[in-house]
């Protein structure tokens, strides 16, 4: 029997992975900038952390910066709005980015930022480094209003890893035959502030595109994307978007793409994922069996609807409910992106379509996740599938942002805003926080606040035996 599906694909899950393993690089200072003698910052007198203690986090701050000294946080290169990237990251791995406009002389021909790349166990520096935006003579390419969302950017290399994206701008006059040319300079960083790769594109064609996993990403020719390499390599060319107007990619790499095929006898509408470099078809809701919860309420003239969402790399969530029938819940399972094999069936979920706050928060381990997918938050063991707790009626609605393997989950109610919660139990631990942290490979939390940069080192709140 093939089953129908109705599908949905959901668009911009948030997935916030916290502590994982990830690269590191020695704390050494740079020339320049202040440190104690052994490389930490005991010379460095940042501001104090007045607020209230954060469960979860030391209660003082490790070390910290002015909001003078510190600047700004890049954004996330992979997702970019009118040529900028306006989710700011402050963190790199184990280290900090952070980036200060230098002071603009009235008619210079280039805006000038410094970026530092800190290792956060002790906040020496790392990499310095000075980019340079050159203004655009005629005028194509505007440069006067250069920020450092357009130029300084948190990305991933080739391999996963996190990576730091710098996108200088240079000028060169024209001499003799050779025309007056403005490239865009695209280098990338390693946390330890190695240079991973660079190259040079003309800055009219590729400013302002997304780059993932070392890709610039363009409009290919046709229906399919152009991925540039930054550092070296073969542009890669593929059949398809990465999202449409029902699919968005949901795995690692160039992706798997999600799109909708409507059926009128039965009426359904069935999820299609495809391979996006080769155009291939992987899988199909139509042949893959429904949860027997579900499977047990249809009949030969109702169908199910399905819906998607990434989870972690090679790995989505599919929830399944009855067709027309999606206000009473969904099923939720997580399967293999490539193949559709489901891995585990969990819990129910309250699941509404379209929802704007869609969320997940996965534990380093990847064996606990939060998701709200709807109304109200559910949390479940990824190996057996259980349910661990789920919203009930009445209670704010939980978007989980972070959860680091620390006992907390850290997220935003509907009414309270930025709230620290027990991951066993979804206690209430503390409500009103100025703004939630940010979690590093190693075991750091920043929060870029507006008295300040601050850094602090996490703590397990669990309980011991």
């Known amino acids: 029997m093939k089953w129908q599906t109705r599908s949905t694909a959901v668009l911009g899950a948030a997935l916030v992975m916290g502590l994982v393993a990830g690269c590191g690089g020695a704390d050494a200072p740079t020339t320049g900038d202040r440190a104690g003698k052994d490389g930490s910052p005991a010379a460095r007198k940042g501001p104090a952390w007045t607020g209230k203690a954060i469960p979860g986090l030391a209660r003082k701050a490790s070390w910290s910066l002015s909001s003078e000294e510190a600047g700004s946080c890049p954004g996330y290169a992979g997702t ?11 963190v790199v791995g184990d280290a900090s980015a952070l980036v200060v406009e230098e002071p603009h002389k009235e008619g210079a021909a280039e805006t000038r930022f410094t970026v530092r790349l800190r290792g956060l166990k002790t906040g020496a520096v790392r990499k310095k480094l ?15 209003g250069a920020t450092a969302a357009e130029h300084v950017q948190v990305s991933e290399w080739k391999d996963g890893s996190p990576a730091l994206l710098v996108r200088s701008r240079e000028h060169t006059a024209a001499d003799g035959l050779e025309k007056e040319r403005l490239r865009s300079v695209f280098t990338m960083y390693a946390p330890s502030g190695k240079k991973l790769g660079s190259s040079v594109f003309d800055a009219d064609a590729y400013e302002g595109l997304p ?11 046709g229906d399919g994307e152009k991925y540039l390499p930054i550092g070296g390599g073969e542009t890669i060319r593929t059949k398809l978007k990465g999202g449409t107007d029902l699919g968005a990619r949901i795995d690692a790499g160039f992706g798997i793409s999600i799109s909708s095929d409507v059926s009128y006898q039965p009426s359904a509408e069935w999820l299609v994922a495809t391979d996006a470099l080769t155009g291939k078809k992987l899988w199909s809701t139509e042949d893959l069996e429904p949860p027997a919860a579900i499977r047990k309420r249809l009949d030969e003239e109702t169908g199910t609807s399905s819906w998607i969402a990434p989870l972690q790399e090679g790995k989505a969530v599919l929830g399944w409910s009855v067709y027309a029938e999606e206000s009473k819940g969904s099923v939720l399972t997580l399967i293999d992106a490539k193949t559709g094999r489901r891995l585990i069936e969990g819990p129910a979920s ?11 928060a996965l534990s380093p381990d990847g064996e606990t996740v939060v998701t709200q997918y709807g109304e109200g938050a559910v949390a479940w063991d990824t190996a057996s599938g259980k349910e661990l707790w789920r919203q009930d009626g009445g209670e704010q609605n939980i978007r989980p942002v972070a ?9 935003d109610l509907d009414e309270s805003g930025p709230a620290a919660l027990g991951m066993r139990d979804k206690k209430v631990l503390q409500t009103g926080i100025e703004k939630l942290p940010e979690f590093s490979t190693n075991g750091y939390a920043v929060i870029n606040a507006g008295h300040g940069f601050f850094v602090f080192a996490t703590q397990d709140v669990r309980p011991t035996d």
């Open 80 to 90: 970019m709005s009118n040529g900028r990237a306006e989710d700011e990251r402050c």
């Open 130 to 144: 000075a980019v340079k935006v050159a203004a655009d003579p005629d005028g194509t390419v505007d440069s006067a």
């Open 211 to 221: 780059v993932r996993n070392g890709y610039v990403v363009a409009d290919g020719d």
């Open 350 to 360: 309250d699941y509404s379509t379209g929802a704007a706050d869609d969320a997940a």
């Open 403 to 411: 959860l680091p393997g620390n006992g907390v989950l850290y997220a």
